[in-house]
Structures are given as structure tokens and as C-alpha cells.
């Protein structure tokens, strides 16, 4: 041991144990390689093959290794801590109170000669530390010390004197020569390679002076100590920003700062404390999202950075996982609001690129011309929807910048969520959640806009690429394809217009979602503005504004199928607020005064101006509180009520514009009796005045409007209990004929007006019901639909006030005739038939257990008709029945599990197994948890029935129905294993 000159005897008794020690240490190993170098492994013994191999010659024992880590705790605790400067690394204080009572004892030890002996104990640990054996033991236990050590030795201030000093001047100055601070700095760059990056970035971390957040946050016990000199905090910054730019940094330091150098050691329950620690995981953001001062430049360390921090997002370590999301999130969103630009070349697109990849943007992939070829894989599409979802929404940060950027790819996102409505994805709610988001957070007027670009009114976005598809997954996901080639024209357009109505639908679906938002009534009103300007288009004295490639009856088309969805969906409620209903009647009035202009008025226009001229009536009369601002925002209106009281045909229409124009004028101060009664009939009685404002002049010619209106509003109110303002014998005979007038005007009031009678319980209607039975059979025959609607009306209402005597008279309407006939009837009026039937039942509601079985046989018998179309009507009647009977089912329940399973397997035609099993949906969504008491024999062949259908039918609508139905099926059971837990406060009084 001639060569280690720091060996030789000193008057320091303490200097002289540390050196004793690190010389056996170093005996230690170097014995430990000769006996290594001399072993021969032994042949393995054949005979006990289970035996576990002979151990190398250089394995320590368990009491071997506690000897060697108490000799190493006395170098590290003797030789290392006493020269350390202050505030470099922790002190013995801090670690133990015997480790406190040696500080006090070794603290005058620190004298001149301090950094010599500092570097010797350095230098001679990491040559220990050199054989694997030992490693463990050294770095394990005292890495912190060594790194402090280190840092002390190469960048401290007095680390150096020149290579002239001679040794006794360098141990008396405390200084090193330059090529040993050099191979401190070499020696600490090596350790800090060799060791776990986790646990390299803590402990620097400790360095730097974070010790007392760290140690908290891990749940240990706060310390405090001395605050690092400027000089370690500024190289533990700098040799922090190098491990970060390193390959697979950025997970280094969030593992090294919110597990608290990983969860391999601290286990499950320490990952579980830091990911509630929601503050650690926003400070990391912060330390990545800010670039590091010794960085060339901000885009090279976004280059660097921004790929290692998408890749945050998909760790699958369940314990780990949220936390990481979390931490990439949060970077996320500071870096789009810090770098915007980079933040977009470096961040978003590659986040959006397999969305980008799904659009129209003129660039072709090579593979495009092959059918069927991938172009994004279920997995690319998967996560890149589960990342957006985590950013947008989970982060729920929304920057311009952000909203912009995901504005292109949103009719992606949007046809990804059609695609996922025909079926059952996991995907669904992710890009449901997503567009919902984007639609509430960004400006109105821009959710209108893509609202408007999602249903192909407006095209200066890219959509699906045409060549492309979505295609389902193999593991519950999606992916896109290119389309095989269609040769057949009419088979593209059916595909196309399907395609284009199901989009609608959908639209509709999602915007159900936002009603306590106004951007549904923003839309509708923006969708009748666009029906005005198509009307001004009709005879090319405008200039058309065509959308691409769209054409104007394309446009008009799918304008009316939005403006029919919003109307079927929402109802009244789409008109959720007064601004709404004003800019409607504006709009309203606008189309209807330039179809006057031209005369291209129709008689659905027509209604929805008489529609709008009530609704403002109605807002004029007291339906809501007007204010001086509503009254302003109606102003636009005066023009156009002038115009339509001087071209419209109706004189009647005429009157009540002009006499709504005088009340919008005056602000309400004055108003007529017409303006009241339009008023009137539109909030509460629908039926008084809407043949005045319909068909005035038809019915002034048959003399409907005297029958019609002879009844005040007064009696009406009452019920029909004021006899004397009710018609007359004579009247009531008139109102008779007149339901057989050849007219269809005439004859539907008359049917209109019998049926108000029906339900005001009117003493001659009372008296006359075979007659008007007949009446309204005779007309069910009618082929207008203004007339054969009104019959379908008066029989239902007739049936739900004598159920007794009429509905077994539909009954035998609705089967075919008599043996002695020989005929059956015509298949048509048995469908209206079979829909009176159904109008019926709803009104008779609990009442309706009692005609089950009369019911139930005959649509039964209805399924076994020769007619198909016919078929498919009682098995639609049949479900709603079904869906109305609830418990009542009881027995029956076998005979209609029967019937659909011999429908699904043998019936030829597709829209008649459609029908059987949308009588499955029906009876599911009727039931709903009570499903799977009321279906509790006959639910396994139900779902046996529908998995047949899906592996069998070669029809894709019946197997679309039968996915839905299953799904259905799934919502039950998983509502009644896991029922929705509800908050209830119970007050219990103590005896």
C-alpha cells in the first residue's frame, strides 16, 4: 500500500482511523477480484439438478455487508461531512441524533488541510465503488455525499491553486491542482451516469436546497438547514438542465420529483399520495415548460423536449399514469401559452397528426389507390382521441392558440363520432366530450361556423378525405382506410344521402347536449336565415352563395333536413330565449316577404309565417316580459309586416300584420282584438284560430269558420259545461255533411271541429257515437293527408272517451274481413288503423293492461299477413304496445318471444326483421331496469336471438339494430350492478 501516500501515520487520531478504514476497504476489493480471478465454476451436479448454483468467491454475506456499510458510514460520517462548506449537502444534524452528537465532536476537525482530505475520501469511495459488489453498498447509502463531495471538489471557488504549488503549500491553502479538480469534474459526470436518473435528480434537487419540499412531500419529516451558496445552486441547476436534455430526461425528472425517485421504491401508497399532490405535479410543469438558461435556444430545447413530453401521456403503469398525464397536461398548455408558435410545430401537430391525416387536404398517400389499405392504425387513432380528451378536456385550460389549432381537425373528430354512433366504440364518448367542449369554450359565432362546416353549409375547412373511410377495430376502436370502388352510381348517391341525414341526426344528438346553452337556437336561427337567402335564390335574381362542390338544391336540401332535425329534437325549446324568437319571426317574415316578391309561396311557408305571426302575438299579448330592448331588437320588423300587408293574398294574414305593426310600434300601447285572439289561440288553444290563419278564404266559402268558432272562448276554458254557447242539432247535422264535402279544406275542419267536440264532452257528440264512428272510418279511407290525419285524430280521441264500445270495433277494423267477404282490406287503411290503435293505448296508459289480450292477438295475427309491408307495421305496433304494458306483460311476454324468433329466422324480407328486432328495443327501453325482472325467462333468448342476428343476417340495418338493442341491453345491466350512488342527508332523533 505504498501508493497511497494520504495512508502515513498523522498526529489526527480521526484522520488516521478514516484512512485505517478506506485502506482495508480497498484491500477489500482488491482481494475480492483475486479470488474472482481464480474461481472455476463448478460443474453443475447432475444428480439434484434443483440445486442452486455455487455463489462467486466475492459475495458477501448478509453480516459481511452490515460490517462493511458501518465502515463506510464511519468514512462517509468522519472523512466526508466535517469538510464539507456550508450549506453543501445535508448535515449530520439533520440525519440522526447520534449523527448530531459526532458533528459536535468532529467539528473542530475541519481545519486548512480540509480539501485534501476531502478529495482523498472522494477519490478512494469511488475506487471502491468501482467493484460491483460494493457498488450497492456505497452508492446506496451515502450517493448524496459523494455527489455533494464532488461538487464541492470541482466547482466551489477555492477548488484550485496552480500546478506550481508544492504539496505541503496545497494542504496548507486547502486549494487542488488543476488536473484534480478536473477529475472531480470528470469523476462527478461518471457517477452521475451510472446511477438511476430518478434518484439523481432528487438528490440534486436536495442539493440545490430543496430538501425540506421534498422531503415533506414525500411524507417524511421537514428539515431545515442551511440555504446552498449561489455558486452549487447555480451547478446543481446546470447539471439538472443536462439530465433533462438527455435521451428520456423529462421522465426522469417527473419520476425524480413526484414519486420521489420512482414507485419501484416507495411502492403503490407513495404514488398514490403524490398523485393527489396536484400542486408537485403543477410545479413540475412549470420547471418544463421554462427553458434552462444554459440552452443554445428555445426551439432546440422544445425540439428536444416537446416528443418526450407527449410520450407522458401513454405510460402504462397504472399507479404512475395519472400523475404523469397530469404533469404532461399541465406542460402542455403552458407551453402553448408561453411559445405559441413552437408550442404548434413541436406540440400540437404532432398530437393532431393522425386526425390531419383523416381530412381532405389534397395530399395523397401513396397507398390511396389500393382498397382497404390502413392509412391510421386503431392504435394511432385511439390515442391521439384519448390525449386531445386529456388536454382539452381534462386539462380544461382553453388558450386561443389551443382552440385554434384544434379547429381544423374537429370535423374529423365529428365524423369519428357518426362513425362510433352505428356501433359500439369506446371512442364515442371521448369525441363526444371533446366536441362539446370546443363548442362551449370557443366564441359563439365561431361555434356556429363549425356548426354550419360539420353539416357541409360551409366548406372552408377540409372534411373527410373522399378516398377515406372509418372501419371498425379489432380491439373496440377505429381506424382509417381508403374505400373500395364503387361502380354503381346510385348505390354512391344512397350511401351519400344516408350518410348526410345520419350526420344530421347526429348533430341534433350532440346538440341535445348543450341546452342549457344558446348555440342550439344561434344555429337554428343562423339555418332559416340560410332557408331566406336560398328563397331570394329560387329565380336567379340573387347571386347564389354556393358552398363547394354543393349544389343549390343540395344546399336547400340539407339546410330543411337541419332545420326539421332541430325542430323534431328540441321542439319549443330550440327557441330557448326572447332574442331567439324575435330573430325566428324576423327571419321568417324576411323569407315569406321575398317568396311574395317572386310568388313562390308554399303552403309549408305559409304555415310557419302563421306560425311566426303568433309567436309574436303571443309575446305582444303577455306570454313574457318585454322590455325596451326587445322592443328595439323587433323594429326590423315594421318593413317587412308592412309588406305583407300589402302583397300577401290572405286578407286575413294581411290585418294581422298590419295590426302587429302598429303594436311593435307603439311598444305595446296599442293593440287589436285580432292581434289578442292570435295571441290567444297560440298559447293555450292551438285549435280556435288556426283555421283563420291557415285557410280563411277556403272555409268562409264552405262555411267552416261559423260551425268552427261558434263556441266562446269562455266555454272553451270551461270544458264544454255552458250549453248554451254550444252548437246547435242543426249545426251539429251541418258540421256532419260537412265532413263528407268535397273539399279538403272543408272536410278536414269539419273532422277537426267533431273531434274538439269529442273532447269538450258535447252532448250531441255524446249522443251520436256510431255515427261519428262511421264518419271517421269513412275518412280514414281518404288519400289526403290533411284529412286521413284528422280521422286518425277523432278515432283516438273517440277510443281513449269510450274505450268500451269503440275499441273493440278498431279491433276488428284492423284484421282482415269476414270469411263470407272473401277479401281483406285495403293494406293502407289497416296501417292508419293499426296507428289509431297506437294513439289509444298511450292515451289510455295503466288502463291499457286491461285490452292486452284482444290487443297483443291481433297484431299477432297482423305479423302472419301476406303483405310485408303490413308485417312490419304490426311488429311496430306490437313493440309500442309492449313498450306500454310494462308488468302487464306477464305470460304473454313467451308468445312474443316466440313470434320475433320465428320472424328473424325465416322471414325473407330485410324491413320485416328489422321491425322484429326494433320490437326488442322497444320492449328494453319500455322496461328499463325492471327488464330484468319482467324478461327475467325469456332475456337469454333474447340475447341469444340477437347474437344470432349479428353472425347471420345478411342485411347491415338489421345487424345495426341488433348491436343497438344489445348495447341497450348492456346500459340495463350495468345500471342495476352499479346503480348511481345519490347523496342523501338523513336526520336520525336519538331516543
Known amino acids: 500500500m505504498s501508493q497511497f501516500t494520504w495512508s502515513m501515520k498523522s498526529e489526527d487520531v480521526v484522520w488516521n482511523f478514516v484512512t485505517e478504514l478506506l485502506v482495508l476497504l480497498l484491500c477489500l476489493k482488491q482481494a475480492m477480484i483475486e479470488l474472482l480471478a481464480e474461481f472455476t465454476p463448478p460443474k453443475p451436479n447432475r444428480k439434484t439438478p434443483e440445486c442452486a448454483p455455487a455463489l462467486p468467491p466475492d459475495t458477501l454475506s448478509i453480516s459481511q455487508q452490515k460490517t462493511v456499510q458501518s465502515a463506510l458510514q464511519f468514512v462517509v460520517t468522519l472523512g466526508i461531512c466535517p469538510y464539507l462548506l456550508p450549506g453543501v449537502g445535508t448535515p449530520l444534524s439533520c440525519r440522526s441524533d447520534f449523527a448530531a452528537t459526532v458533528e459536535k465532536m468532529v467539528h473542530r476537525l475541519a481545519s486548512l488541510r480540509g480539501i485534501s482530505r476531502l478529495h482523498t475520501v472522494t477519490m478512494a469511495l469511488l475506487e471502491i465503488a468501482r467493484h460491483p459488489s460494493l457498488e450497492s453498498l456505497v452508492l446506496t447509502r451515502h450517493f448524496g455525499d459523494l455527489l455533494a463531495s464532488l461538487c464541492q471538489l470541482g466547482y466551489s471557488p477555492n477548488k484550485c491553486q496552480q500546478n506550481s504549488v508544492s504539496q505541503e503549500d496545497r494542504e496548507t491553502q486547502k486549494g487542488l491542482t488543476t488536473t484534480e479538480w478536473q477529475g472531480c469534474q470528470q469523476a462527478l459526470q461518471n457517477l452521475l451516469d451510472r446511477v438511476y436518473q430518478p434518484i439523481v435528480i432528487k438528490e440534486l434537487l436536495i442539493l440545490q436546497g430543496g430538501v425540506k419540499q421534498v422531503r415533506s412531500?414525500?411524507?417524511?419529516?421537514?428539515?431545515?438547514?442551511?440555504?446552498?451558496?449561489?455558486?452549487?445552486?447555480?451547478?446543481?441547476?446546470?447539471?439538472?438542465?443536462?439530465?433533462?436534455?438527455?435521451?428520456?430526461?423529462?421522465?426522469?425528472?417527473?419520476?425524480?420529483?413526484?414519486?420521489?425517485?420512482?414507485?419501484?421504491?416507495?411502492?403503490?401508497?407513495?404514488?398514490?399520495?403524490?398523485?393527489?399532490?396536484?400542486?408537485?405535479?403543477?410545479?413540475?410543469?412549470?420547471?418544463?415548460?421554462?427553458?434552462?438558461?444554459?440552452?443554445?435556444?428555445?426551439?432546440?430545447y422544445y425540439r428536444q423536449v416537446c416528443p418526450q413530453v407527449l410520450e407522458l401521456f401513454h405510460i402504462k403503469d397504472k399507479l404512475t399514469a395519472h400523475q404523469f398525464q397530469r404533469v404532461a397536461t399541465t406542460t402542455l398548455l403552458s407551453m402553448v401559452k408561453e411559445q405559441p408558435e413552437l408550442a404548434e410545430k413541436y406540440l400540437l401537430r404532432p398530437l393532431l397528426a393522425p386526425l390531419i391525416c383523416c381530412l381532405d387536404t389534397g395530399e395523397l398517400s401513396e397507398k390511396s389507390g389500393q382498397g382497404g389499405i390502413v392509412i391510421v392504425g386503431e392504435l394511432e387513432l385511439t390515442r391521439c382521441v384519448e390525449d386531445i380528451y386529456k388536454v382539452c378536456v381534462v386539462g380544461n385550460d382553453p388558450s386561443s392558440r389551443l382552440l385554434e389549432s384544434l379547429k381544423p381537425v374537429i370535423p374529423a373528430i365529428f365524423s369519428l363520432y357518426c362513425f362510433t354512433k352505428r356501433g359500439v366504440s369506446h371512442l364515442r364518448s371521448g369525441c363526444q366530450e371533446i366536441l362539446l367542449w370546443f363548442l362551449q369554450k370557443c366564441e359563439p359565432q365561431v361555434a356556429v361556423l363549425v356548426l354550419k362546416q360539420l353539416t357541409g353549409l360551409e366548406q372552408s375547412t377540409p372534411a373527410l378525405h373522399p378516398l377515406y373511410h372509418f372501419t371498425a377495430g379489432d380491439e373496440g376502436g377505429v381506424k382509417l382506410s381508403v374505400k373500395e370502388a364503387v361502380s354503381d352510381e346510385d348505390e354512391a348517391l344512397y350511401e351519400k344521402v344516408s350518410l348526410e341525414q345520419w350526420r344530421t341526426g347526429c348533430l341534433a344528438e350532440l346538440l341535445s347536449n348543450l341546452q342549457e346553452s344558446s348555440l342550439a337556437g344561434d344555429f337554428f336561427i343562423e339555418c332559416l336565415k340560410g332557408l331566406t337567402c336560398l328563397a331570394g335564390d329560387m329565380d336567379g335574381r340573387l347571386t347564389p352563395s354556393f358552398t363547394d362542390g354543393r349544389s343549390e338544391q343540395e344546399q336547400q336540401l340539407v339546410t330543411l333536413q337541419l332545420?326539421?332535425?332541430?325542430?323534431?329534437?328540441?321542439?319549443?325549446?330550440?327557441?330557448?330565449?326572447?332574442?331567439?324568437?324575435?330573430?325566428?319571426?324576423?327571419?321568417?317574415?324576411?323569407?315569406?316577404?321575398?317568396?311574395?316578391?317572386?310568388?313562390?309561396?308554399?303552403?309549408?311557408?305559409?304555415?310557419?309565417?302563421?306560425?311566426?305571426?303568433?309567436?309574436?302575438?303571443?309575446?305582444?299579448?303577455?306570454?313574457?316580459?318585454?322590455?325596451?330592448?326587445?322592443?328595439?331588437?323587433?323594429?326590423?320588423?315594421?318593413?317587412?309586416?308592412?309588406?305583407?300587408?300589402?302583397?300577401?293574398?290572405?286578407?286575413?294574414?294581411?290585418?294581422?300584420?298590419?295590426?302587429?305593426?302598429?303594436?311593435?310600434?307603439?311598444?305595446?300601447?296599442?293593440?287589436?282584438?285580432?292581434?289578442?285572439?292570435?295571441?290567444?289561440?297560440t298559447m293555450g288553444k292551438p285549435n280556435q284560430h288556426d283555421d283563420q290563419l291557415t285557410k280563411p278564404s277556403q272555409q268562409k266559402e264552405a262555411g267552416a269558420v261559423t260551425y268552427g268558432h261558434q263556441q266562446s272562448p269562455t266555454s272553451l276554458k270551461a270544458g264544454g259545461t255552458d250549453h248554451g254557447n254550444n252548437p246547435s242539432p242543426s249545426n251539429f247535422q251541418q258540421i256532419l255533411q260537412a265532413a263528407f264535402d268535397p273539399e279538403v279544406p272543408t272536410r278536414a275542419a269539419a273532422l277537426r271541429t267533431v273531434t274538439q267536440m269529442i273532447q269538450q264532452r258535447n252532448p250531441d257528440a255524446l249522443s251520436n257515437q256510431e255515427k261519428l264512428l262511421s264518419v271517421f272510418l269513412e275518412n280514414l279511407k281518404h288519400e289526403d293527408s290533411f284529412v286521413y290525419l284528422s280521422s286518425i285524430q277523432g278515432l283516438s280521441v273517440l277510443s281513449d272517451v269510450y274505450p268500451a264500445q269503440i275499441l273493440p270495433q278498431l279491433l276488428d277494423e284492423y284484421q282482415t274481413s269476414s270469411q263470407g267477404a272473401g277479401k281483406t282490406r285495403c293494406v293502407e287503411t289497416r296501417m292508419k288503423m293499426g296507428e289509431v290503435l297506437m294513439r289509444s293505448t298511450r292515451a289510455l296508459g295503466e288502463l291499457a293492461s286491461h285490452y292486452r289480450d284482444p290487443l297483443i292477438r291481433v297484431f299477432l295475427m297482423g305479423t302472419r299477413d301476406s303483405d310485408g309491408t303490413m308485417r312490419a307495421s304490426s311488429l311496430s305496433n306490437l313493440g309500442e304496445l309492449c313498450q306500454c304494458l310494462d308488468f302487464a306483460l306477464g305470460s304473454v311476454v313467451h308468445e312474443v318471444t316466440a313470434c320475433l324468433d320465428a320472424i328473424v329466422k325465416t322471414e325473407r324480407e330485410a324491413e320485416v326483421r328489422r321491425a322484429a328486432v326494433h320490437v326488442i328495443t322497444l320492449l328494453l327501453r319500455g322496461l328499463g331496469e325492471k327488464a330484468l325482472q319482467v324478461l327475467s325467462d325469456v332475456l337469454r333468448d333474447l340475447y341469444r336471438l340477437l347474437k344470432y342476428v349479428i353472425q347471420t343476417d345478411d342485411d347491415e340495418l338489421v345487424v345495426l339494430h341488433a348491436q343497438l338493442t344489445l348495447q341497450e341491453m348492456d346500459h340495463i345491466v350495468r345500471r342495476f350492478l352499479f346503480p348511481e350512488e345519490k347523496l342523501e342527508k338523513k336526520i336520525v332523533i336519538l331516543p
Open 217 to 300: 412531500a414525500m411524507g417524511g419529516k421537514a428539515q431545515t438547514r442551511s440555504q446552498a451558496p449561489a455558486w452549487l445552486r447555480r451547478q446543481c441547476g446546470h447539471l439538472l438542465s443536462e439530465r433533462l436534455m438527455k435521451p428520456r430526461g423529462v421522465q426522469a425528472v417527473v419520476r425524480g420529483i413526484v414519486e420521489g425517485a420512482g414507485a419501484g421504491i416507495a411502492g403503490g401508497r407513495s404514488a398514490e399520495t403524490a398523485a393527489a399532490d396536484w400542486r408537485k405535479c403543477d410545479t413540475v410543469a412549470r420547471i418544463l415548460a421554462s427553458c434552462p438558461q444554459q440552452c443554445l435556444s428555445v426551439g432546440d
Open 563 to 681: 332545420v326539421a332535425a332541430l325542430c323534431e329534437k328540441f321542439g319549443h325549446f330550440v327557441l330557448s330565449n326572447t332574442v331567439h324568437v324575435i330573430e325566428f319571426v324576423i327571419a321568417t317574415l324576411e323569407r315569406s316577404c321575398v317568396n311574395l316578391t317572386h310568388k313562390t309561396e308554399e303552403t309549408v311557408e305559409a304555415q310557419t309565417l302563421s306560425m311566426a305571426m303568433g309567436l309574436i302575438a303571443a309575446m305582444l299579448g303577455g306570454a313574457v316580459q318585454l322590455t325596451s330592448a326587445d322592443f328595439d331588437a323587433m323594429k326590423p320588423m315594421l318593413p317587412r309586416l308592412e309588406q305583407i300587408s300589402a302583397l300577401h293574398p290572405d286578407p286575413v294574414i294581411q290585418e294581422l300584420a298590419s295590426d302587429l305593426r302598429i303594436t311593435v310600434a307603439t311598444h305595446g300601447a296599442f293593440s287589436t282584438e285580432t292581434v289578442a285572439m292570435a295571441a290567444h289561440s
